[in-house]
């Protein structure tokens, strides 16, 4: 068996795509990426094929395929490569940068019209025949120049979109990081085959091969990556984890911690209560103070294990302004301060959501703004159904507001900018995960002294995702009135 570079080049393509897959396996990023990845490593596997293994049987008399037959695998390779990579990419690049979430219909639309791009080419274009048609037709090269770039620059367009988009500074140096891995491969690759070919600059036709080295330092550039922050979901030194979040070292932590802090609460509370009962009529100021523990940590046990445990929906027509209007009477009940909640939910505005999670991300919201207040001011609560995308429901505090550092870990575990003992970090992180069961987003916008609002995006026409049926898209429809 021969041995070369195209073989090499091959398997090194092959390395890299997979362990970026099995970086994060459920992630739409990440399995789109690698079938991009497997698709753009025919180019090589193909050269291999016909200008090393052929060459190597027809020297040792095996016989496996006639000239004919390697040359029209060679041909089927090539248009499954020149026809499918950029594609693959492509849709790779609105995951990277939420378009699905983003335009549902938009995403739905451009994927159907990948496929007919891709069938006019196989009508107009032989798949059998491309060798033939690599050798001695420049209308072919132009054709497919034209597809392939077009691909490249609207894939560019995403990607670079999407780090500037984000405003969470961890996840866009994450988000920067891998457009710069992936774009100079990209780029490379489409300039080496389409532009030099089709400009027929034959002296430079084999500098393709120099993406081996590219690669190369890009592979070593993604393993520094793993072993120092993590990048796409692989973090080499600790475990495997979701880009943004690691979820379920969350959970493993927290079932820890629980099971040890529920054995010596119960502890606590069996000795405060034989104390208590000890002391007859006048009970001791000292287990007053030993019972108030206990149920703090029993509090935050219930909450550790809410905030942190996987989040399973139940979709129900959800009245926002009611459920707005019970968590602010919450609030306001504990918070102790002179603060007005101002609803602006219509009456007739409803939702399609799971009432109990989103109750618990508004109860959060509203508790966090009730923070941010020193004694007295406002909190603002709208419900934006204009929007033709989403519907948007924001809360609006007239509080201290935030700095750049804070708003770069807000919705990270166990992050919290607040002093005292019931602020353990996992509230905002709840909050972005049921979001993202809901399709949706959170983001926040906040400057010092300005105050802060957050904003949650629910993508409309969200009740065939949920699977809630014809009753409840007429119930949705009445309560909106007819709105869209």
Same mark, same amino acid.
């Given at each position: 068996?021969?041995? =070369? ?33 497997? #698709? ?95 050798? =001695? ?6 054709? #497919? ?45 489409? #300039? ?199 519907? #948007? ?78 009753? =409840? ?12």
């Amino acid at each position: 068996m021969p041995v =070369g570079v195209n073989l090499l080049f091959t398997v090194l393509l092959w390395t890299f795509f997979t362990v970026i897959l099995f970086s994060n396996r459920k992630d739409k990023v990440n399995q789109w990426c690698f079938a991009g990845g497997m #698709i753009f490593s025919l180019g090589v596997l193909k050269e291999y094929f016909f200008f090393d293994l052929i060459p190597f049987l027809e020297k040792n008399n095996v016989v496996l395929f006639s000239m004919q037959q390697a040359e029209a695998i060679y041909s089927v390779m090539t248009a499954a490569l020149y026809l499918l990579a950029m594609p693959a990419a492509l849709i790779f690049s609105f995951y990277f940068s939420d378009f699905h979430f983003i335009s549902q219909k938009g995403f739905m639309l451009t994927k159907w019209g990948i496929v007919a791009a891709i069938l006019v080419f196989v009508l107009a274009f032989d798949p059998v025949k491309y060798r033939q048609y690599q050798l =001695g037709s420049l209308f072919f090269w132009a054709a #497919i120049s034209v597809y392939n770039l077009t691909y490249g620059v609207w894939l560019t367009m995403n990607m670079v979109r999407a780090v500037l988009r984000e405003k969470n500074l961890t996840w866009r140096k994450q988000k920067r990081r891998v457009a710069g891995i992936f774009l100079p491969l990209l780029w490379y690759w489409l #300039i080496t085959i389409f532009i030099i070919h089709t400009l027929n600059i034959r002296f430079l036709f084999q500098v393709w091969r120099n993406n081996v080295v590219l690669l190369s330092i890009l592979l070593g550039y993604y393993v520094i990556m793993a072993f120092r922050e993590g990048i796409m979901g692989l973090k080499l030194e600790a475990a495997h984890y979701r880009w943004s979040t690691d979820v379920k070292a969350v959970q493993q932590g927290a079932q820890f911690v629980n099971h040890f802090l529920k054995n010596e609460v119960t502890k606590m509370e069996w000795c405060a209560k034989n104390l208590a009962e000890r002391s007859g009529t006048e009970v001791p100021e000292e287990i007053g103070i030993l019972s108030r523990s206990v149920d703090r940590l029993k509090y935050l046990i219930q909450k550790t294990q809410l905030y942190s445990k996987d989040i399973q929906l139940s979709y129900s027509v959800c009245p926002i302004r009611n459920l707005v209007e019970s968590c602010a009477e919450s609030v306001l009940r504990q918070s102790g301060k002179n603060i007005t909640f101002e609803n602006h939910c219509g009456e007739k505005d409803c939702i399609l959501c799971d009432p109990f999670h989103l109750s618990e991300v508004v109860n959060n919201l509203l508790s966090n703004a009730a923070d941010a207040i020193a004694e007295s001011g406002t909190v603002s609560i709208n419900f934006d159904t204009e929007n033709k995308r989403e519907y #948007i429901l924001s809360v609006r505090d007239s509080g201290a507001g935030m700095g750049k550092e804070p708003l770069a870990h807000l919705f990270e575990p166990y992050y919290s900018s607040k002093m005292g003992d019931e602020h353990f970090g996992l509230g905002l992180f709840y909050c972005y995960r049921v979001m993202q069961k809901h399709n949706g987003k959170i983001d926040v916008k906040s400057e010092p002294g300005a105050g802060t609002v957050f904003y949650l995006h629910f993508p409309k026409r969200a009740e065939s995702k949920a699977g809630i049926g014809v009753w =409840g898209r007429v119930w949705l429809y009445s309560c909106f009135g007819g709105r869209k």
